[in-house]
């Protein structure tokens, strides 16, 4: 039971433009959402978090969006660079521990 | 600050071997966690501890799995025997107390014939 889907396994891009990254979850208890980054051969790096009492949060060039009647979060990228190619991981937690569900997450290959 | 450690980083070994990974968190952090990610998944949590006490090891198969942290600094999680499907990156990461960013290692690469 995958509680945490990021339905796209890649997205391709062209520099300069926006990024959009999607996550689905099905747990209504998760209220703290996190988008990791990860390069090859790398551990995931944190990039942006959310809680539910909000629903949008920015941090430069990338924002995140809740959605929570839809149970939907996003992730963009604006202006996206080709250093931003990676994969990315949407996960959620809930407020009783600190055990993050992890999706399954989304290439993102953005050209010169 | 040092980020986590982890060793080795790339592991090979047949089926029915042992094996066993090391990792050392983040200075001053309490929490230590590992977790399996397999080629094209998320990294799924195997155990989280809480200085040297478990926190949660619901999904760690602990019929070949076992992992430590005696002194509440460093970790080990072995796998004894191992099977194919246990080809996977384990991932460390670990976290302050109570907060929710998790800040995770380079990984070791397991690879099981």
């Known amino acids: 039971d995958q509680q945490v889907k990021q339905n796209s396994p890649s997205l391709s891009v062209q520099e300069g433009r926006i990024s959009i990254l999607n996550c689905d979850y099905t747990n209504s208890m998760f209220d703290y959402f996190l988008w990791y980054k990860k390069y090859p051969a790398e551990g995931p790096t944190f990039l942006i978090s959310?809680?539910?009492?909000?629903d949008k949060n920015e941090d430069g060039r990338f924002t995140v969006f809740l959605n929570k009647s839809a149970k939907h979060l996003s992730l963009h990228i604006v202006p996206s660079q080709p250093g931003d190619s990676a994969v990315y991981f949407c996960a959620a937690n809930n407020n009783a521990g600190n055990m993050l569900t992890f999706g399954g997450g989304t290439r993102l290959m953005v050209k010169p | 600050e040092a980020g986590v450690a982890q060793s080795p980083r790339y592991k090979i070994i047949e089926k029915r071997q042992s094996v066993a990974f090391w990792c050392n968190p983040i200075?001053?952090?309490?929490?230590l966690y590992w977790y399996q990610q397999i080629l094209g998944q998320g990294p799924k949590l195997l155990i989280q501890?809480?200085?040297?006490?478990?926190?949660?090891d619901s999904q760690l198969p602990k019929d070949r799995f076992s992992a430590e942290r005696l002194k509440g600094v460093d970790s080990t999680l072995k796998i004894q025997p191992a099977k194919l499907e246990d080809s996977a990156v384990y991932l460390c990461a670990s976290s302050p107390v109570w907060t929710d960013t998790q800040y995770f290692g380079p990984g070791t690469r397991l690879t099981v014939l």
């Open positions: 200075s001053g952090h309490a929490t």
């Open positions: 959310i809680s539910s009492i909000k």
């Open positions: 501890f809480q200085n040297n006490g478990v926190v949660d």
